[in-house]
Each structure stands twice: as C-alpha cells, then as structure tokens.
C-alpha cells in the first residue's frame, strides 16, 4: 500500500522530528506503517458501515467495550484489549455478559479473513473507524500493533446494568480507568440500543437521537423517570422519562451517585466536553493490557466525523424543572424544550 516514503519532516516540540509517508491511495500518514491500514478501512466503509451509526457501528463498539474489560491490573485474567473475543469466541461467547455477541462476530469474521491484521487491531480500529461514523462523535485515537490474543479472557469482568456503583468503578478501576473516564465513556449509551434488558421492545435506545453521538444521554437519564416502556421492570432497568425510551440501572445510579453526579452533569448539554473526555477515555480502554510503548499512533487514518448539528436539548414536554438534580453546584446549561408533546422513541 506504501507507495513511497516522502521525507517531510515536521519538528515538534522539543526538537524530535518524525517523518511522514504518502501511501498509494495518495493520503499521508504520520508514520508508514499506517498506509495499511487503508484497505481495511475502505473495506469497513463499504461492507459494514455503509451507512453512518449504524447497528454494526454500536455492536462492534460494543463487542471492543467487552473485549477491552478482559483484563486486570493485577494480571491472569485476559490480556486486555488483544480482540481475545474474537480468537476464542468459542468460549468467551459462551459467559452470559457475551452471548448476544455472537452475531457481529459473524458479521466481521469475513472483513478479517480479508486482510492481515491481528484480531485485536482489528476490532479496535474497526471501533474507532466505526465510532467516527457518528455525527457528533470525536475523532478517535487509533494505536497499531495489538499482538495475536494469546488465552481467553475469563468471565464476569463486564460490569452488569444491575451491579453498584461501587462494583462498576472497581471493576473499571481494576483496568485502569478512573470514575471520571467511566462517565465519558458512557457517552457511547448516546448510540446504543437495547435489545437483551428488555426483550420485548428490541432496538430501544438509551436516548432520543441514537444516530448521534451527542449529550442528550446525559439530560434524558437524569430526567425524572415514570414508566416502563416494555413488559415492566427487567433486571438491570429503571422506569425512564419516555416510551419508547430505555433506561439502563446503572447509567441511573451512576448519574446520581455521589462520586460520579457531578462528573455526569457537567456533561450535560456540553458537545465539546464530552467530545474530549470521551476521546481521552476511549484511547486508554482500547489499549488496556497492552504495551502502547511498542504501538504505532495511526490515528490520522481514523476519518473526521461529521459534526452534530442539532444543539441539545428537553424532549417535548419536558424542562429543567423534570431533572433529578444531584449535584447543584453544577449549572445546568439553558436547554430549550422541542416543540410539541412527549414522544414515543423509536427503535434505533
Ligand atoms: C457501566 C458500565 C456499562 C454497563 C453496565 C453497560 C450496560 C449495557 C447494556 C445492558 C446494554 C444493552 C445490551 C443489549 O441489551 O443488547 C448496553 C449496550 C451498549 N453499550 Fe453499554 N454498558 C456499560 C458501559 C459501556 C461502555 C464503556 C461502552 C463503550 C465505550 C458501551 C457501549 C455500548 C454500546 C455501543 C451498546 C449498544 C449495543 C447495540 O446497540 O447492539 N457500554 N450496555
């Protein structure tokens, strides 16, 4: 893919100097190494996500989240985010956490066939590739040179929707991510959908724009909940604002404990906060276990996203005075209400 190496050297600060390469398809990158990336990245565009956010978007994010937790600071649990979902998706689809995941498995077993990417490499490419479809989304940082996965993780390293607080945040602290990039990560929920908590209403999403990455996750969840959308109460779900609408245990608590509250509010309505939090966040979950010192930085080969256009905002029939407030030495930013009554959410 490499088809020559121009010598442009850019001086940083503290006088190193790096040199970027032009790659066949005419992009330059920052580092060589990075031009082969580009058919992976060509074939993902047209074969998986061909159109922006969509369902395979969310389940490889999904599928990367659930790979990236089976590790431990204190070692012989998995090796992190080395895409051992994938290599030995014969058992790690087998723990309760991963069944549903077996689906996009299927989906990007052929695009891996295809090329010559270890399947960690993969998976957390295709994420950030994949993330950067989404209107709103920040631009992710990608790291090369994830080795083959050499053992499964165990099982129960995901933190369940009906766990505490305090188990989730051991459990990310245990990977090295700290309460603060747990809350920005959650920044994801603003494209996700349901489909296992509650199973009769398949595809409900966790806000009102699952097409965009946006803030509006952190409004809705901290909206004064009132019904159940499905069959009623399922392990692990709350009674959220609006039909259509689910809303997870822990996204509830976490937005109204006091260790992670205010962290949740000051993201509310704030594209450009949560942007950069969730940025900085997801670089360290898609490399935990691995050794970043021996990875190349491709992240110029991750597309820019579109921008998110609709400033945030209260669903119909709804205003700051339908807010659960659990920190109020944060302001919340003025939001204007939608027009016209309260919504049924469609599935994403
Ligand atoms: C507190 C930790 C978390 C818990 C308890 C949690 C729980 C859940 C649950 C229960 C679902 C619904 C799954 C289904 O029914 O199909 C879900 C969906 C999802 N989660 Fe999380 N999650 C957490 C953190 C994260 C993080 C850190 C990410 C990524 C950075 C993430 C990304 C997603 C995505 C993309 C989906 C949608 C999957 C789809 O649409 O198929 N989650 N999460």
């Avoid at 051992?84 to 077996?102: R, Y």
């Avoid at 205010?262 to 450009?272: P, Y």
């Amino acid at each position: 893919m490499l088809m020559k190496i121009k010598t442009l050297p850019f001086l940083l600060a503290g006088f190193s100097t790096v040199f970027a390469a032009i790659c066949s398809n005419g992009k330059t990158v920052g580092n060589a190494a990075c031009c082969q990336l580009f058919p992976l990245l060509a074939d993902l565009q047209e074969n998986l996500f061909d159109s922006p956010c969509n369902e395979p978007v969310r389940e490889v994010l999904h599928l990367a989240f659930h790979d990236a937790m089976g590790f431990s600071i204190r070692g012989g649990v998995g090796g992190g985010s080395d895409g051992s979902i994938i290599t030995f998706a014969s058992i790690e689809t087998t723990f309760p956490e991963n069944t549903a995941l077996v689906g996009v498995i299927g989906w990007v077993t052929p695009l891996i066939a295809r090329h010559n990417f270890s399947d960690g490499d993969f998976l957390h490419f295709a994420a950030a590739v994949g993330i950067a479809t989404c209107p709103g989304a920040p631009r992710p940082n990608f790291l090369l040179g994830r080795p083959q996965a050499r053992a499964p993780a165990e099982s129960g390293l995901v933190p369940n929707a009906s766990d505490s607080v305090t188990a989730i945040l051991a459990r990310f602290a245990d990977v090295n991510i700290n309460p603060s990039e747990v809350v920005a990560l959650l920044a994801a929920h603003s494209v996700a959908a349901d489909y296992d908590t509650d199973p009769v209403i398949p595809g409900a999403p966790f806000d009102t724009t699952p097409g965009i990455f946006d803030t509006q996750i952190f409004t809705e969840v901290l909206l004064r909940g009132v019904l159940f959308p499905g069959n009623g109460s399922n392990v692990g779900e709350v009674l959220s604002p609006l039909r259509g609408e689910v809303r997870l245990q822990s996204d509830f608590e976490i937005a109204r404990d006091s260790r992670t509250a205010c962290l949740w509010k000051e993201l509310v309505g704030n594209q450009a906060r949560m942007q950069s939090q969730f940025k900085a966040a997801f670089s360290s979950l898609s490399v935990t276990g691995q050794n970043t010192a021996a990875m190349v930085d491709c992240s110029d080969v991750i597309p820019i996203p579109a921008p998110v256009t609709v400033p945030p905002f209260f669903p119909q029939g709804f205003t700051s005075a339908d807010i659960e407030d659990f920190c109020p030495s944060v302001q919340l930013p003025p939001l204007s209400t939608l027009p016209g009554p309260a919504p049924i959410v469609d599935s994403a």
